[in-house]
């Protein structure tokens, strides 16, 4: 069975610093990864995308991919309490569908 | 761009009748469109595929003669709740794939509320 795995947190950052976000999936042939952010009550919107093994950095947002080791992450610099949301990953094995991880739920305390 | 709407926003009827819901890509075309559901505090759960000028295809457990889906045009999916029951009140999210530009990234509608009494 194919599955992705967050913790579900919450994971607490003060104003300012790194939250750092870790997923893992168990299909060696996923071949795209993404990051979703999600307001309580809204829908997902896409953060960040990532295809090859390696750092992405995109503002404050940096994706960090190791397919060797099966795990993505999200790391978001200067965390503002704005930042404050449901982080959701989601992986294409193979095919275009997500399988996506049961959320990171991240608080920004000011 | 690649901004995908849904109507409506919310929604709220009786036990027994149905509900459609329109997912638009408004400034790309898209073959291929996905429904969600998503219960409280719970992570996005597939539904059905929907492709343009064919029959969608149903993840496993998902009734397909009470979530009617039809993709009629490259811009437009609905997704009919037959004969709903309160057990159907869920958030409802499609997504669009833009296949010219972005690979495998997905856009999400801002979801539709349906509330069964």
């Known amino acids: 069975q194919k599955e992705v795995e967050q913790n579900s947190g919450p994971l607490s950052v003060p104003e300012g610093a790194i939250a750092s976000l870790n997923c893992t999936y168990s299909d060696r042939g996923s071949q795209s990864f993404f990051w979703y952010r999600q307001y309580s009550g809204k829908s997902p919107e896409l953060i960040m995308s990532i295809y090859s093994n390696g750092d992405k950095e995109d503002g404050r947002f940096t994706a960090q991919l190791n397919k060797a080791s099966q795990y993505v992450s999200l790391l978001i610099r200067d965390s503002q309490p704005s930042d404050s949301a449901t982080y959701l990953c989601?992986?294409?094995?193979?095919?275009?569908?997500?399988?996506f991880g049961t959320g990171t739920r991240l608080k920004v305390l000011a | 761009g690649a901004v995908v709407s849904q109507h409506p926003s919310r929604v709220i009827c009786k036990s027994g009748t149905s509900v459609k819901i329109e997912c638009r890509s408004l400034d790309f075309q898209a073959t291929t469109m996905f429904w969600y559901r998503q219960f409280p505090k719970k992570s996005l759960m597939l539904m059905a595929t929907?492709?343009?000028?064919?029959?969608?295809?149903?993840e496993q457990g998902v009734e397909k003669d009470k979530f009617l889906i039809n993709h009629a045009s490259l811009t437009l999916s609905t997704l009919t709740v037959t004969s709903a029951h309160p057990e159907d009140s869920s958030f409802y999210i499609c997504s669009a794939r833009d296949e010219t530009k972005r690979k495998n990234e997905q856009f999400f509608g801002p979801g539709t509320r349906l509330t069964v009494l």
């Open positions: 989601a992986v294409t094995p193979g095919t275009y569908k997500y399988i």
């Open positions: 929907s492709n343009e000028g064919s029959k969608a295809t149903y």
